[in-house]
Every structure is written in C-alpha cells, then in structure tokens.
C-alpha cells in the first residue's frame, strides 16, 4: 500500500478525472494515480467499481469513491478542504449549477464529441473520425467560451469573487479542448485571462503535465503566456 492516503484510477484527458486531481492538488491531499485504460475492462478494476468507469478514489481504508461528484463531496468533508465552495446557500447553489453546466452540457456538447473523434477511437481501433461529430463539437465550444467571456465580464471568477469549484471544473474541460489546440483563444479574450489565472495555480500543473502517448499536445499547451 503507498503512503498516500489515496489512490486515484483515472485516464488520460478525461474532464472528470481532471477536476479530481485539481481539488485534491488545490486542497494539499497527497494521492498516487492509476492510469486505468477502462477500453480494455480489466477484471480487477471491476472489481472495484463495476461500472468501469473513472475516476475512481480508493482511501487507505479501502473505501471506495466512485465518480466525480461522489468524489468531490467526499475531498469537501476532509480535513484538508479549502474553501471552493462558498458558505451561503445561494453562492453555494450558483457553484453547484456551474459545475453541472460544465460537467453535463459541456461534456455531451462538446468534449465528449472531440475526445471520441480525436484520441480515443485511436485506442478503440478506429481511426476514421467523423466529421459532422467534430463540426459540432467545435461550434459547441464556439458557445461555451462565449459563456465564460459572458460570466468574467461581471464577475472575477466564474461562480463570484472567489476561486471555486465550479472554476476546476471549467477549466478541467478546457484543458482538454486546449490540449488539442481547439480553443480559439484570439475570439474569447475574457475566457483567455481567466483561463490563465486558473493554469497559473500550482494546483492545475498536475493536469498540464499530464500527456497522452502518441497524442502530444499542442506546443502552447502548457506555457503561461499563450
């Protein structure tokens, strides 16, 4: 058993598992990664959460978190938390609807639709990527940076005043959309400063070194002044 109070089984440019490693980086909860190639349905990993999917967080323990909200309420009651998630009932409330804005539209809208097209149907063996999926991925990610620009004109983060959770799990998506060199920075320039100051976190370095084999990312993924 590793030292680290956690064991996180994750992959590679999955939004949900980059939101995780984000919190836990932000709040200072040590954990070791696991990649988990989940195309392949090892036995031993369905054992563990027979959905098959990640993330996954294993504690010490044994206890076993399954998926990203499971997960994130869990690291909010350690005792390590930060404070990404406000205190009143309504800035909690406006968190919490940014997080499942990103976490569900933009994952069926758009990153679902370009990391199916652009990484893992190399993995799946199939590397004829569909055009009209890739189109409209694209012209989705048009309109969620246009939210974002829309949020950062009236606020200094995207849920208030204060750096939250719904900032991680933003920009767990858009690294992954940047990864790729998908984001036209040059149209959405109050989504570019706010997205700066999120990788500029310590906290975020844990996704941006982050690579995919035969995948690199694109040369500016990972500089601070893109």
């Not at 959905?51 to 998926?67: H, R």
């Not at 994952?107 to 004829?128: A, G, P």
């Not at 109050?190 to 982050?210: G, H, M, N, Q, V």
Request: one cysteine or more.
């Amino acid at each position: 058993m590793s030292e680290s109070p956690f064991t996180l089984y994750y992959h590679w440019l999955s939004p949900a598992c980059r939101f995780v490693m984000a919190v836990m980086s932000e709040y200072g909860i040590p954990y070791q990664k696991v990649l988990e190639k989940t195309w392949e349905r090892r036995k031993k990993f369905y054992q563990i959460n027979p959905a098959g999917t990640v993330p996954v967080l294993v504690s010490a323990k044994g206890d076993v978190f399954v998926e990203w909200y499971a997960i994130i309420e869990a690291l909010h009651d350690t005792p390590q938390a930060g404070s990404l998630l406000p205190l009143s009932v309504r800035d909690k409330a406006e968190v919490r609807r940014l997080i499942f804005w990103f976490m569900t539209s933009c994952d069926r809208d758009v990153t679902d639709y370009l990391l199916q097209e652009k990484v893992f149907k190399r993995f799946l063996r199939d590397n004829t990527p569909n055009a009209s999926a890739l189109r409209a991925g694209l012209t989705n990610l048009r309109t969620h940076l246009g939210y974002i620009d829309f949020l950062m004109e009236r606020r200094h983060w995207l849920a208030g005043d204060q750096l939250s959770l719904a900032d991680f799990a933003a920009g767990a998506h858009v690294s992954c959309m940047d990864y790729l060199g998908h984001v036209p920075w040059q149209d959405f320039n109050d989504a570019k400063d706010w997205y700066t100051r999120l990788k500029s976190r310590p906290s975020f370095r844990c996704i941006l070194e982050d690579t995919v084999p035969s995948v690199p990312p694109v040369s500016s993924y990972a500089a601070l002044d893109f």
